[in-house]
């Protein structure tokens, strides 16, 4: 079950059908979630993938946050957190524009931590960049008040 499949529905013409998978996709979700806790275990959910910080592919990003946050709204047995799985250090122009890349994916963190203002401590967010070489590009000039909370180790 990935909460990428989401985006499937989000793209989807509003009307019926819309409604109607956008209600299929949120019962596989609890039921999966509520098995899950019947057996002593907890769901997290995983989103990204490498361009998702580049323009005209961030709102993927919120799309999935947004779904996870409002379905923990809507639902008793809830999502334990979210993580965003995007390795932009993975797109072929990386290393022509990683200040650039670097830059947006730490806006992407900005914004999204903006998101959750107000949601429940028990639903965190990590975004972790697992490179160490990756964290060593990025500017000091690009550390903004939210990144270095996500990026344990990172910071001016």
Same mark, same amino acid.
């Given at each position: @079950? #990935?909460i990428d499949s989401y985006? +499937?529905?989000?793209?989807?013409?509003?009307?019926?059908?819309?409604?109607?998978?956008?209600?299929?996709?949120? %019962?596989?979700? #609890?039921?999966f979630i509520t098995k899950?806790?019947?057996?002593?275990?907890?769901?997290?959910? &995983?989103?990204? /993938?490498?361009? /998702?910080?580049?323009?005209?592919? $961030? !709102?993927?990003?919120?799309? %999935?946050?947004? !779904?996870?946050?409002?379905?923990?709204?809507?639902?008793?047995?809830? @999502?334990?957190?979210?993580? !965003?799985?995007? &390795?932009?250090?993975? @797109? +072929?122009? !990386?290393?022509? +524009?990683?200040?650039?890349?670097?830059?947006?994916?730490?806006?992407?963190?900005?914004? #999204?931590?903006?998101?959750?203002?107000?949601? #429940?401590?028990?639903?965190? $967010?990590?975004?972790?960049?697992?490179?160490? /070489?990756? =964290?060593?590009?990025?500017?000091?000039? =690009?550390? %903004?008040?939210?990144?270095? &909370?996500?990026?344990?180790?990172?910071?001016p």
């Amino acid at each position: @079950l #990935s909460i990428d499949s989401y985006l +499937d529905i989000y793209v989807m013409p509003e009307g019926e059908n819309k409604d109607k998978m956008d209600k299929q996709f949120d %019962t596989v979700m #609890s039921d999966f979630i509520t098995k899950a806790n019947e057996n002593g275990l907890t769901v997290d959910a &995983e989103a990204g /993938w490498r361009n /998702w910080a580049e323009l005209g592919n $961030s !709102y993927k990003a919120f799309v %999935t946050l947004n !779904y996870a946050i409002e379905f923990n709204k809507r639902h008793d047995n809830k @999502l334990r957190g979210f993580q !965003y799985d995007i &390795e932009p250090y993975l @797109l +072929d122009y !990386y290393k022509e +524009d990683g200040k650039g890349i670097l830059g947006n994916f730490v806006n992407l963190v900005d914004e #999204s931590v903006g998101m959750r203002t107000g949601v #429940s401590e028990l639903f965190h $967010s990590e975004t972790l960049l697992e490179e160490p /070489w990756e =964290l060593e590009v990025v500017p000091h000039g =690009l550390v %903004t008040e939210h990144f270095p &909370e996500h990026c344990p180790g990172f910071g001016p």
